[in-house]
């Protein structure tokens, strides 16, 4: 039974840590953006 349990819970892990690399991956995209637009000026 646990086993199952884990294997069921399995993607939503996956998805949460994807989701977590995304929105970090986002915001330091974000901040890249800004660092080199201020260094451009």
Known sequence: MPNKQFKS??????????FKFSVYGAQFD????????????
Do not use: M, Q, Y
């Open 9 to 18: 819970d399995s993607p939503r892990l996956a998805f949460l840590v994807w």
């Open 30 to 41: 974000c901040r890249g953006r800004v660092a080199h637009t201020l260094i451009g000026r």
